[in-house]
Structure formats: structure tokens, C-alpha cells
């Protein structure tokens, strides 16, 4: 007993620190998905926090042999069980829909883009991160700039000499695919960890 709560104790830290990773990653591109969107990784870190809590009642009950605190923790596993499957269905409903949002922040920040210092920011922060160029490629900077001119974060490597950056040294690669992916794998990581803990659980009850 008191070796499967030391196991649930080390289980939860490692939701914690996953569930900050992923909310760590992604916060700053929340200009493109809303602020919303990204909920999995704050309940992840919750949840964590609670098997971590539990574990401790399941250790102190089996150490003190207390029925109280023993039932506690059971009823307790079984709450943290229903949350992490929640955890997995919500982290594959994000992955399923998360083109949709994407394509509607990519556009209403692109639209903005020439007055809102904010929808700046974002862009530059994910051209240059991601080493993209415009939603689907440097053309769509054109409405913006009226001109060849795409902003400076689409230009990763400039000759020397040159201070302009055109879609000629822009990388041609959108941002879309690139965002689309690398957010899609982090939703994915979510439904994973989800399933794949309320798959231990079931396993370890069986096993105790």
C-alpha cells in the first residue's frame, strides 16, 4: 500500500511538471487561439496537485492503518480517475478543433495587424519562432503592405547589406501549418497523459 502511494506521489509531480511545460509553451501564442482554449494544462497541473494531496492521505492511512483516511483516499482515487479521463477526451476534442480557431485568430490578427500593437507582437513572436512567413506563405502580407515588403521576422537570413526584407529573403513557409502542428502535438500529449494515467490506475488497483 504504502509503496503504490510513494508511486502516485512521484505520478503526480510528474503531472504538475508536464501540465507546466505545456501551458509554459503555448501561453504565448494564445493571441492566435484565445485565452480560453488552453484549459487542459491548468486542470493537468490541478490534478496533478490532487493525486500528489491524496497520495500523502493513502501513505498517512496505511502507516496510521486509519479506515477514515484509507476510504478517503479511495473515494478519492476514484474522483481523480473520472478527471483523468476528462483530461484525455478534452486534450483529443482541443486537437480536433484546433484548426478552426487557428485559421479565425491567423486572420482577425492579420486584419488588425497595421493598428493593433498587440497582433505586432504576436506575429513577430511566431514568424520568427517558428521560422514562418504570413498564413500560408509571404503573398499574404501583400494587402498590408501594398508592396513586396513582408514584416522582419519573415527574414531569418538576410545578405549583407541588405536592410529590407521582401518576400525575395522571406522564408516561404506559412505559419499556419507550422503553429497547426506544433500546438496539435501538445493536445495530443494532453489526451495521452489522461488516458494513459486512468489506464495505470486501473491497472495498479487490479494489481493491489
Request: hydrophobic share 40%.
Amino acid at each position: 500500500m504504502i509503496n503504490a502511494c510513494v508511486l502516485k506521489e512521484i505520478t503526480g509531480l510528474v503531472v504538475i511538471v508536464t501540465g507546466a511545460i505545456i501551458q509554459s509553451n503555448y501561453y504565448h501564442y494564445s493571441n492566435f487561439v484565445g485565452d480560453n482554449f488552453w484549459t487542459a494544462p491548468i486542470v493537468l497541473i490541478v490534478i496533478g496537485s490532487i493525486i500528489f494531496v491524496v497520495a500523502c492521505f493513502g501513505c498517512c492511512g496505511a502507516a496510521k492503518e486509519s479506515p477514515c483516511m484509507i476510504i478517503t483516499f479511495s473515494i478519492f482515487l476514484a474522483l481523480v480517475f473520472l478527471a483523468e479521463i476528462g483530461i484525455g477526451i478534452a486534450g483529443y476534442y482541443k486537437h480536433e478543433e484546433l484548426s478552426g480557431i487557428l485559421e479565425k485568430g491567423f486572420n482577425k490578427t492579420l486584419d488588425s495587424y497595421a493598428t493593433d500593437k498587440g497582433a505586432q507582437e504576436a506575429w513577430n513572436l511566431v514568424q520568427s519562432e517558428m521560422v514562418c512567413c504570413g498564413i500560408k506563405g509571404p503573398e499574404d502580407w501583400e494587402p498590408i503592405y501594398k508592396n513586396d515588403t513582408v514584416p522582419r521576422a519573415c527574414c531569418h537570413r538576410m545578405p549583407v547589406g541588405v536592410n529590407k526584407c521582401t518576400r525575395e529573403y522571406a522564408s516561404t513557409e506559412g505559419c499556419f501549418s507550422k503553429l497547426s502542428s506544433y500546438l496539435g502535438s501538445k493536445s495530443l500529449i494532453l489526451a495521452g497523459i489522461g488516458i494513459g494515467l486512468a489506464i495505470v490506475q486501473v491497472s495498479e488497483e487490479k494489481g493491489g
